[in-house]
């Protein structure tokens, strides 16, 4: 079964987004099912025009400000404060979300958090109950893919009465954990789903999160250079589309670029400056030097005409660098 090109097509004029409310990327994008489940729901409290209702809905409203204002320390103090003190479910869900987006997160914690949590609610019917099998399932889904099949089971018949945002994020994980047993067509299907449900409410963000589980499916199989840059160049378009500008600097420099078969030194110079203007125009110093970094580690130097959100680069080779990108490097 090969991949449908037709569905990772760019076209040839888009809108490029000014998205008010964006969280920084803290990682690189390994399990993209997993991101997509934890970015919207913290990224929506940005978002929030109701005054919190108690002293800890107003807590994890500043420690979402603070992990979006680049922050993390300080979020983690406010987060782990909340934690260590009788919470709800649902604010005790937030907060081990913003837990995970820490660029030092609390690794194993974390999921025994989530655990212990789904534990006490997944026999209590309702919307919480879906959002936390869809945490574990996405949690466990690399080293217990057949577990997180399991989880995502018990709620398979409350997803169906769900919003189209959550359906098509059960359809994203089922397929992440379908990919992990090398079923093929199961994963497939279970993406064409996702990709269905995403595209018919236009979320770009999602898609891309789409075109990035395709891309590690085809990375571990077939590894066809075609296929594994026409579904990175339409994750950069969604999230340039959805206004992630960084996130698109970050997936050219550490997804796009190492992919390239036999790229040219004006092909890499051309990524290299569209990565490091969409990393500038996201004002984000960290993205843009993860560009730099890697166009050094190639061989290549960059001439900026200034800092500033409109700002450019030129890159040129200035010498023959033997390194190898990876895509696990920062």
């Not at 203007?277 to 130097?301: I, Y």
Request: hydrophobic share 50%; charged share 25%; glycine share 6%.
């Amino acid at each position: 079964m090969s991949e449908p090109l037709d569905r990772w097509a760019v076209p040839s004029e888009f809108t490029v987004a000014r998205a008010e409310h964006v969280l920084p990327q803290t990682r690189l994008p390994t399990f993209p099912e997993l991101e997509l489940l934890t970015y919207v729901a913290v990224e929506k409290r940005l978002g929030r025009r109701a005054k919190p209702v108690d002293a800890s809905e107003a807590l994890i409203d500043l420690a979402a400000w603070q992990l979006a204002a680049g922050a993390p320390e300080a979020m983690l103090r406010t987060v782990r404060g909340l934690l260590s003190r009788p919470a709800p479910p649902a604010q005790r869900l937030t907060c081990l979300r913003l837990l995970w987006l820490a660029p030092a997160d609390a690794g194993a914690h974390t999921f025994r958090s989530y655990a212990e949590l789904w534990k006490q609610e997944r026999e209590r019917p309702g919307p919480l109950r879906v959002e936390l099998a869809l945490a574990v399932a996405g949690h466990i889904v690399a080293d217990r893919p057949d577990k997180s099949l399991e989880v995502l089971s018990r709620v398979a018949k409350d997803v169906r009465r769900a919003r189209p945002l959550v359906r098509g994020m059960f359809a994203l994980v089922l397929g992440a954990a379908r990919a992990e047993l090398g079923d093929e067509a199961g994963y497939q299907a279970a993406l064409d789903q996702a990709h269905a449900r995403f595209a018919r409410i236009g979320h770009d963000f999602a898609l891309a999160q789409c075109a990035l589980l395709a891309f590690r499916w085809e990375s571990r199989h077939q590894r066809r250079p075609a296929v594994m840059q026409a579904v990175l160049e339409h994750a950069v378009y969604r999230y340039l589309a959805a206004g992630r500008w960084s996130w698109a600097a970050r997936t050219i420099t550490h997804g796009l670029v190492p992919s390239l078969a036999e790229p040219s030194d004006a092909d890499l110079a051309m990524w290299f400056g569209l990565a490091s203007s969409h990393a500038l125009g996201s004002r984000s110093l960290a993205a843009a030097e993860s560009v730099l970094n890697v166009a050094a580690r190639l061989g290549f130097a960059a001439q900026l005409d200034g800092l500033g959100a409109h700002s450019t680069a030129r890159f040129r080779r200035v010498h023959r660098a033997p390194t190898v990108v990876s895509r696990s490097s920062e």
